[in-house]
């Protein structure tokens, strides 16, 4: 063997890379157009292809344009891409924690009852707090009479426009 031909990546190497620049032209299409204005995405034709695999509703023409992306982001730099995809996906995880915070903060509340107000305010010092009673003891009826959760989730959405309303620190 000819040593530029040791150097060469295997097929299996050079199919993997495809794949994954495919992918990656994958998770750009499924995008909001919101969230695809937000991916720094300098190259011409490749903006061309993405807004053409969106329109696509063919699943044969849609692979052949994901080959055809992929080819694309060959010759780019796709640095900046990656990084946009991964600003938007912590963005997406923090969103998914503060709901989950949101959820665990009515649930102790709930648990605690009454003095489980006292928290909310603490947190949020607009808080209406015979709103936060009423809905209390109304999710305490709906559980004895074994109703749809229908107070918790009056709680929840109360809970989540405190918080959008709460100055950013």
Known sequence: MTEPEQERPSKTAVKKEMQALQNLGEQLVKLSNNELA???IHDEHLSEALTTARRLTS???LRRQLQYIGKLMRGIDLTEIEAGL???DEGQRELARAFHRLEELR?????Q???GIEKVVTQFPDADRQRLRTLILQVGKDAKANKPPAAKR???QYLKELQEH???E
Do not use: N
């Not at 649930?107 to 648990?111: A, F, M, P, S, T």
């Open 38 to 40: 937000k991916i720094p």
């Open 59 to 61: 699943r044969e023409a």
């Open 86 to 88: 991964a600003k938007r």
């Open 107 to 111: 649930d102790d509340i709930v648990e």
């Open 113 to 115: 009852g009454l003095p």
């Open 154 to 156: 009056k709680l929840f």
């Open 166 to 168: 709460q100055p950013k």
